[in-house]
């Protein structure tokens, strides 16, 4: 796989299709499984990480999966290329980090990714568009089915599939929606949801995961419990509490039309001329500003730009993925032209009534 | 690196005692290896009390739980105060050799402490068939409770016959 190709496109689960797409960017569910044979990554010297990567390695290539996997060795790539691939969510910033020998397995579509020697020998995500938790579920459910045929898995009739750290144990899964909520940010109503979800033990974490901050308006929601609970149960609990979020970011949004149209179109409108004119922004600007035209997108005050088109530049307009496109390395200043350029470009070719 | 087990020295000695079939790990750094291979029988056991007894004032949960130090997992040489410090374990054989403390952790971190949910094809019947003990007598307490006696009744038999399965499976017991 060329990660060069990559830049020049996005993810299957970035194109804004699917249920809920308005909210939901993405549905995910991680599986975290440990070899039987192999003590645990942390505990294995570099020799015995060598050997399991190349173990789980062989396998993953041959996997005889619905999409076939190209696989990487991640220990061997430049350290932005790594930062690359935890933009587009392919691998976690932990593994990013990792010493010793590791690697992903990645499907084309970049919806599937095996990660070996992460935390676990072996860390299987699917990520599907818009709220479909259950299509991410019959998926991972059946490339595990298809890994278990090959290795034997670490499982105790007690504690279930046993993970490095006891906080995954049992189920190894981890479910997560990652929804866009610029309403309840904007009327501070979503202290209260997290309130609601701390309650009965949901996470809440940022676009790119544990210990990362709320950009853009984005949050994952998680299950934190893996123990004593079926992976469907998991998946109803979270599915039950997305429902009701919707329903209340929704009304949020409806309210907020209602009361203030104007100002709120003034609002969204200034956010997408900036985007357009910009000759220099931060990153952190730019998460605002697109957060801002993807609610006015999806309530029908802007119609310059399309969804998946906003979707991806939250992606494109991160750190490695702008010296990617340059070809280059850029300190923070450059890329702050860089990403101003690249904005007002994409936002150009979007609309060609409004290009010069 | 690797902290020494006495002071905040890295470790450079890295120690694994066999005794009468008991294995035990140490990682010190070069002075308190010095000290600890010049007196390494009876002191030792009087310093690790008093390191306890330190950790049992202000940690009171595991204080009762944990009156003498578990010896490390025998297949990789983990210790549960090391697995403390670092969060993560080092095999999977910890979770039997160390079910006792783990129970009580899991049991913290999940409020649960029997897993439901997918099993292993691979693994061997019985343990598929002790699962399927487990997942029907909770729904048979679920059917008494409902007070859906026929379903219970139907239930009855079928933890029955797996009982059955089990035992003729399995001679040993």
Known sequence: ?356 | MKKCEHCSKPAVLHITELQDGSVEAHHLCESCAKEYLTQNSEPESVEVESSLSIDESDDSETSEAVPQEQPPCPNCGITFKEFRSLGRLGCAHDYSHFREELTRLIENIHSEVQHVGKVPKRQPDASRQQFDLIRLKLQLKEAIDEENYEKAAGLRDQIRQVELELRSSSPAT
């Not at chain 1, 399991?52 to 932005?80: A, V």
């Not at chain 1, 149960?233 to 209340?248: E, F, N, T």
Request: one cysteine or more; glycine letters at 6%.
């Open chain 1, 1 to 356: 796989m060329n990660l060069d190709v990559l830049t020049q496109r996005s993810g299957e689960w970035l194109r804004g299709t699917g249920p809920e797409a308005d909210i939901v960017i993405s549905s995910r569910i991680r599986l975290a499984r440990n070899l039987a044979e192999f003590p645990f990554v942390n505990r294995a010297s570099d020799a015995v990480r060598a050997q399991i990567e190349d173990f789980l390695r062989e396998r993953i290539e041959k996997l005889q999966g619905r999409r076939p996997l190209t696989y990487l060795r991640t220990s061997d790539l430049e350290p932005l290329d790594r930062q690359f691939l935890v933009e587009r969510q392919l691998i976690s910033r932990e593994h990013a980090e990792d010493h010793g020998q590791c690697g992903v397995g990645v499907s084309s579509e970049e919806n599937v990714s095996l990660m070996v020697n992460e935390e676990d020998h072996l860390r299987m995500q699917v990520l599907r568009s818009g709220m479909d938790l259950d299509a991410a579920w019959a998926e991972i459910n059946e490339i595990d089915d298809l890994m278990e045929q090959e290795v034997a898995y670490a499982f105790d009739s007690q504690f279930g599939y046993l993970t490095a750290c006891p906080t995954n144990v049992g189920t190894g899964i981890r479910v997560s929606v990652m929804l866009h909520l610029p309403a309840l940010v904007a009327t501070k109503e979503i202290q209260k949801v997290f309130q609601a979800l701390q309650k009965i033990g949901l996470a809440v974490r940022g676009l790119y995961g544990e210990g990362s901050q709320a950009m853009g308006d984005f949050y994952q929601i998680s299950n934190q419990v893996t123990l004593g609970k079926s992976e469907i149960d998991i998946m109803k609990s979270i599915k039950d509490v997305v429902a009701q979020i919707l329903g209340y970011e929704r009304r949020v949004r409806t309210a907020l039309v209602k009361e203030n149209r104007q100002a709120l179109h003034d609002q969204v409108s200034r956010a997408f001329g900036i985007l357009q004119n910009a000759q220099t922004i931060s990153s952190e600007e730019t998460m605002h500003l697109l957060s801002s035209v993807r609610m006015g997108v999806n309530l029908g005050l802007i119609d310059d730009v399309e969804i998946p088109t906003v979707n991806e530049l939250f992606i494109q307009t991160q750190p490695a993925h702008l010296q990617k496109l340059r070809h280059q390395k850029l300190e923070s200043a450059e890329r702050n032209i860089a990403r101003a350029a690249y904005i007002r470009q994409r936002l150009a070719e979007n609309n060609p009534h409004t290009s010069a």
